[in-house]
Nanobody, 126 residues
């Protein structure tokens, strides 16, 4: 019963903030690489950020560095994406995913992620 469920999306004005949540079940989230991805209408899916197993490292694409922060809550088995200073270009469906097989102390968005959530819509508009 491995499952990822995203929540926290919505409509926000430019410059605003949202915190996305990805609740995991069926596995201990802290033991695996987790990633956030997004897909805007008419565009290919792109990586946003990832966090390594045991929180050794995080990795962010340049277009979100300094604005987005990824973290985990061990007690809730949940990974978060705190998004600040949102821009219209951030409008997309955001997905979380897990890489069950990478075992290093780092993460890469180019890894093959094995399970995906259903996504949560983020719309940034005035």
């Amino acid at each position: 019963q491995l499952q990822l469920v995203e929540s926290g999306g919505g409509l926000v004005q430019p410059g605003g903030s949202l915190r996305l949540s990805c609740a995991a079940s069926g596995f201990t989230l802290d033991d695996y690489v987790m990633g956030w991805f997004r897909q805007a209408p008419g565009k290919e899916r792109e990586g946003v950020s990832c966090i390594s197993r045991r929180n050794y490292n995080t990795n962010y694409e340049d277009f979100v560095k300094g604005r987005f922060t990824m973290s985990r809550d061990y007690a809730r088995n949940t990974v978060y994406l705190q998004m600040n200073n949102l821009e219209p270009e951030d409008t997309a469906v955001y997905y979380c995913a897990v890489d069950l097989y990478s075992d290093g102390d780092y993460c890469e968005l180019e890894y093959e992620y094995d399970y995906w959530g259903q996504g949560t819509q983020v719309t940034v508009s005035s």
